[in-house]
């Protein structure tokens, strides 16, 4: 099943300002940088000694998770590892606490930092910070790390991370994925990185960890984008991670772990040109467009709810809305909004061309808002109206579907 891009929404800045009994934050913000500067380039050299001069020598339990975190990603390829401080506040002399930005880049992979936020607790020891916790942001998501030691395993197209599965797994992962990294430069025709790195987690549970979100949102689901959108302008640099629940994934078909990756390697591909503008039926239906474009599935099989709708009487006559595709509504809706979706895109391409197909999706992503956005590359790209294009839509479904 497909799934709809996580944005991830960043902290305020430095706050000014102190109590009289509160250490100086500017003072301090900078004190504490410069200790996590020297934890950041302690990561990329994996001196674990250095790392661990940070944090203060009675947290054992601390020094303990640290050294194992820093162990666990022994073998991620790290091209950078910063932090930046963005706000203080005093608990009292000698204590603070910290709200940070970490952002790092997997070597080959990432085009621009992919940015987390942490919460840091600190103590000072005569003119010397030391770290007494480090957790997740409130709303912010765990890191593959801190969930265990990071298996590696490198394709043409993607790198693999995987935490407590097998190399057969992860390899097979990896197949699939190098396989729809092709698939979709096929469909998409634009230049993008042609590239994905994909996080596999022991579990669902570890997966909705991933995503701050609970796990019973994504346990019918095989994977899942990560990444914020793009907009106007030149494309933005990203650093998108496919994220697979290892238990839908391994009771999915060859066939539905091809169409899975492939749909969300989509949404890698067309990140940049995704905006708020994009409605999801646009989104998601392109991203199935793509993954079943090359596959020799009747419509009845990739449709199969919208079709028994269609043989009912019971078609859906507008497209689908962005609330249709709410992973906690009813499934059999669920289904019939991507499957909605898909047929859109695949009309427009059978009627106007693939190229149009994109240069349609391009056009709605770069309008400033939603409003408007659909209805104006209707009559720019595709020369048409909203009202033909949804009765064109319509028409398309029950010709696609109307079979017995």
């Not at 239906?285 to 009747?298: C, I, T």
Request: glycine share 10%.
């Amino acid at each position: 099943m497909a799934l709809a891009a996580l944005l991830v929404v960043l902290g305020a800045g430095l706050v000014s300002g102190c109590g009289a009994d509160e250490p100086a934050r500017s003072t301090t913000a900078g004190d504490i940088g410069a200790v996590l500067d020297r934890r950041a380039a302690a990561v990329l050299h994996h001196d674990t000694e250095a790392y661990l001069a940070g944090t203060a020598p009675g947290a054992r339990a601390l020094r303990e998770a640290q050294r194992t975190e820093l162990a666990n990603l022994a073998d991620v390829p790290l091209s950078s590892w910063t932090y930046e401080v963005r706000e203080v506040t005093g608990k009292g002399a000698g204590r603070a606490t910290a709200e940070v930005e970490l952002r790092y880049r997997i070597k080959g992979f990432d085009t621009a930092p992919l940015t987390t936020r942490r919460t840091m607790e600190l103590t000072r020891d005569g003119s010397r910070w030391y770290l007494t916790a480090d957790r997740p942001a409130k709303g912010a998501a765990e890191q593959l790390w801190q969930q265990g030691e990071v298996a590696v395993v490198r394709g043409s197209h993607a790198l693999v991370l995987g935490v407590g599965r097998t190399g057969a797994e992860l390899r097979a992962i990896r197949d699939d994925a190098d396989r729809a990294v092709p698939a979709v430069s096929a469909a998409w025709q634009r230049t993008w990185a042609g590239r994905i790195v994909v996080l596999v987690p022991r579990s669902v549970e570890d997966m909705g960890a991933l995503l701050a979100s609970s796990a019973d949102s994504y346990r019918g689901i095989a994977a899942v984008t990560t990444g914020g959108v793009g907009g106007t302008g030149e494309p933005p640099a990203l650093a998108d991670r496919v994220i697979v629940n290892p238990e839908a994934y391994a009771g999915l078909t060859p066939f539905g772990r091809r169409v899975v990756l492939t749909h969300e390697t989509t949404h890698v591909a067309t990140r940049p040109r995704t905006s708020a503008a994009t409605p999801l039926w646009l989104s998601e239906g392109f991203a199935d467009w793509a993954a079943y474009r090359a596959e020799d599935r009747d419509a009845e099989v990739i449709a199969p709810e919208l079709a028994e709708a269609v043989r009912a009487r019971e078609a859906p006559a507008a497209l689908p809305a962005d609330a249709d595709f709410a992973f906690d509504g009813e499934a059999d809706a669920l289904a019939q909004a991507y499957e909605g979706g898909w047929l859109a895109c695949a009309m427009i391409a059978d009627r106007w061309g693939e190229e149009k197909l994109t240069a349609f999706y391009r056009a709605v992503g770069a309008h400033h808002g939603r409003d408007g956005a659909v209805e104006q590359a209707l009559s720019e790209v595709l020369s048409t109206t909203e009202a033909d294009f949804t009765a064109d839509w319509r028409d398309y479904v029950r010709d696609r579907l109307g079979r017995a």
